[in-house]
């Protein structure tokens, strides 16, 4: 007898993920029903794949105006041709995505339900007129945009992530709520492609939470200094209301003393919550909330329903989510088989296009503070990029990059903000999650590139293991 599967959320890269290694079994029912329209997924609709598209717009217009061998007039970004290039993409990508899900369809035991799932109890939801009683639920719905609940909110306009995506004319200046990775990378976009004056609420000393402070404190300084925004640190937002010529007015707490600003608008890059709300939990024996879902992706009220991605609120990543969409995939067959679960778990990899893709910053593995924490015996070594000669002849000498290494010679951790960091993070992923020691990572020459910057921190480690 097969095992009835439905996933509700296919098109998101949790679901999908679920779902393709799900259909490959062959006493496994599968029904998947997604209500997008036209559908394909967060990341590549609202997410990472549009918000690098229009940021590489900016990108240009950066590199001109920050390199003073360029002469001429400075170019404009065309924010229409900008938004319409992004949609076309954007729109294949998604063409790709719900083409795959059709594959999956068209095998003979999977289907796909265009429609939206509510449970009416547990184990059976309602898709339109139709009932499902599976044995397994996989939740992939994703997450939403967060608004937060300050006084005043609900009377003016907010613009989200969402909307500045799609925007092809924005006002003279702003204001925003939210520096986490949403904002460090819109707000460079704002300031360059819409040429928009930025003052940015940070409730903390400094921006990136996950860094080490001094690659905070760089990011800050040189989101000051090359998009002459105005970041306002030990700030927060308590009360907003409409002026008279369409604005808006906040008012806030800057280290105990109250502030006004105005601005043409108002923007809100304050993070995502798991898109829950129409799924009909409250039919259910499952309460939502703090630890609702467990490592093996497993609902705590009921183990037969699992959350993957975005929507169990864990880690709001793209990587994570098909990671966990492939667990839940395998967990849902060891519970069937009566076989022990597998917890989920990640090497930390995180990357942040900050300063328009410029000055990325990228996290893999431990950081200096995280060891620390963990109580693992460490050493760091610490590189400016501007002691490369690389850099400086790319014209982006700004930076730094970190390696975290036990006393044992393992690689426990790589930080970069610096150019190209996002790429380097792939070759220390593998450096990290192999164990690699440090000593036996070959110093090779090659043609200077970028990622000599590594060879540098892996030497310094090594000699001071030595």
Known sequence: MSTHVVIVG???????????????????????VDDGEPGGGLCI???????????SAAEHRFAARHDDRLSGPLPDVDLEATVERKNEHTSNFAAHRRAAVERLAKREHVEFIHGTARFVDDHRLAVGDRTLDPDYVVIATGSSVTIPDLPGIDDVPVRTSADVLDATEFGDSGV????????????PYLSEAAGMDLTVIEHDARPLDEGDDPFGDVLLEYYREAF????LTHTDEKRVEATGDGGVRMYVDREGTEEVIEADQLFAFTGRRPTL?????????????????????????????????????????????KEQGHLTAENIRRHRDGEPLRAYENVHHHVVFSGLGVLPYARVGHSAEAADDAGVDHLVVTR??????????KNVPEGLARLVVGTDGTVLGFQGLHYHADAMAKTMQLAVEMELDVREI???????????ILDGLVRAAADELD
Not at 13 to 30: F, I, K, P, T, W
Not at 45 to 55: H, I, Q, T
Not at 179 to 187: N, S
Not at 442 to 452: G, N
């Open 176 to 187: 925003v709520m939210g520096f986490g990775y949403i904002g460090m990378e819109l707000v």
């Open 384 to 393: 400016e990029t501007a002691s490369d000669g690389v850099f400086k002849t």
């Open 277 to 321: 709300d129409r799924l009909g939990f409250e039919e259910t024996a499952i309460e939502t909330g703090p630890e609702w879902v467990e490592n093996t992706m497993q609902t705590r009220d009921d183990p037969r329903v699992f959350v993957a991605g975005d929507a169990n609120g864990k880690e709001p990543i793209l990587h994570v989510a």
């Open 442 to 452: 070959p110093d090779r020459a090659y043609h200077p590139t970028t990622p000599e």
């Open 228 to 231: 002459d925004i105005d970041v």
């Open 10 to 32: 296919a098109y998101g890269s949790a679901g999908v993920a679920a779902a393709q290694r799900l259909a490959d079994e062959s006493d496994v029912r599968l029904t998947l």
């Open 45 to 55: 609709l609202r997410g990472c794949m549009p918000s690098k598209e229009v940021l």
